[in-house]
């Protein structure tokens, strides 16, 4: 996890984030992050719902064979 410059700041006082540079660059680089995680999460989510059908099947197959090697009916 990437630290904020805030930490052992010697200049900090209560609101000073709507003037600091340092902690505006941190923001814009953590809210650009944060962007490109959601979108790996949409996409793989995206993925996930393609791929259900295709696991059900696999699924059902794989309960087939386990009763198939269990004996049962």
Known sequence: MIQSPCKDCKVRTIGC?????KY?????KMDKLRE?????V???AMFQ???RPERR????????RNDITKNRK
Request: hydrophobic share 40%; aromatic share 6%.
């Open 17 to 21: 984030h709507c003037s600091c540079e």
């Open 24 to 28: 505006k660059a941190f923001r814009a």
């Open 36 to 40: 490109a995680a959601d979108e790996r």
């Open 42 to 44: 949409r996409i793989n």
């Open 49 to 51: 719902d393609v791929m």
């Open 57 to 64: 099947l696999w699924n059902s197959a794989k309960r087939q």
